[in-house]
């Protein structure tokens, strides 16, 4: 189970501000390193939620082929990583252990995407990630204004 809180800036930058992890990783053996494994997860989830994204160019040239172009989530751009966990041991296996970390990786930007979307007051539905600002703009219909392009304006065709 994840939860999380996100908001967004006038400038519709979009900030992850709790997230919070309950996973069940079977007997853990080392609470410690699961809980490690699982704020790292965590961490990937909150990347692709926010920032990771291959950008082609119109020939079909990866421009994000290294890390100095691809954005990753860094630790001063997440917020602190509440875990809790449920010990329920596996029967598939004498130590009763279960995987750990991917699973809190997949449900990030689901989650997230629905935080943003519950800080937007329900207004939109999200639906493709990274959640960056030109994203969450059109995603709510603003369209750049005529003039520097840089301030939004409420699309006509937007409910």
Excluded: C, F, W
Aim: hydrophobic share 40%; no cysteine; charged share 15%.
């Amino acid at each position: 189970m994840l939860s999380s809180r996100a908001s967004t800036s006038p400038s519709s930058r979009t900030t992850a501000r709790a997230y919070h992890a309950i996973h069940d990783a079977g007997h853990e053996i080392n609470p410690m390193i699961v809980a490690g494994q699982t704020q790292g997860g965590a961490v990937q989830g909150i990347g692709m939620a926010l920032a990771e994204e291959i950008v082609y160019d119109a020939s079909g040239q990866a421009i994000t082929g290294t890390l100095m172009d691809y954005a990753l989530a860094r630790a001063d751009g997440v917020p602190g990583i509440d875990v809790a966990s449920v010990d329920s041991p596996s029967p598939l296996n004498p130590l009763g252990v279960k995987g750990t970390g991917e699973g809190s990786a997949v449900p990030g930007p689901a989650a997230i995407a629905n935080a943003v979307a519950d800080a937007l007051g329900g207004a939109t539905e999200l639906t493709q990630i990274p959640l960056r600002a030109p994203a969450v703009r059109a995603a709510l219909g603003y369209q750049p204004s005529s003039g520097s392009g840089t301030s939004p304006r409420r699309s006509a065709t937007s409910a």
